[in-house]
């Protein structure tokens, strides 16, 4: 089993920042990439950023996102973290950790945490 641990949300005024951090432990042979995705009230999952395990990211398609976010990972401690800027109101939402771990044995699965809130509001 892999579990995947997030914290670092809570509730902070426009225009602060937040770093969100998450930690895999468990039964990990390798990480491929790890990533963070958000979910508003009312909405559907949405990508954030991913980083695979050589380093590249990659953002998802929000315009809001871009330029504001900043994906990076400690590979040695199995650690992702999500450095979040200039927040608005609208990254009002859940924000949960994804691993594609390797197992063993050739498996790669997907692992999600169980979310941390982030809160926009004056």
């Known amino acids: 089993q892999v579990q995947l641990v997030e914290s670092g949300g809570g509730l902070v005024q426009p225009g602060e920042s937040l770093r969100l951090s998450c930690a895999a432990s468990?039964?990990?042979?390798?990480?491929?990439?790890m990533g963070w995705y958000r979910q508003a009230p009312g909405k559907e999952r949405e990508l954030v950023a991913t980083?695979?395990?050589?380093?590249?990211?990659?953002?998802g398609d929000s315009v809001s996102v871009k330029g504001r976010f900043t994906i990076s990972s400690d590979n040695a401690k199995n650690l992702v973290y999500l450095q979040v800027n200039s927040l608005k109101p609208e990254d009002t939402a859940v924000y949960y950790c994804n691993a594609v771990v390797n197992t063993g044995w050739g498996r790669l699965q997907p692992y999600w945490g169980p979310g941390t809130q982030v809160t926009v509001s004056s």
């Open positions: 468990g039964s990990i042979v390798s990480i491929i990439r």
């Open positions: 980083i695979t395990s050589g380093g590249s990211t990659n953002y």
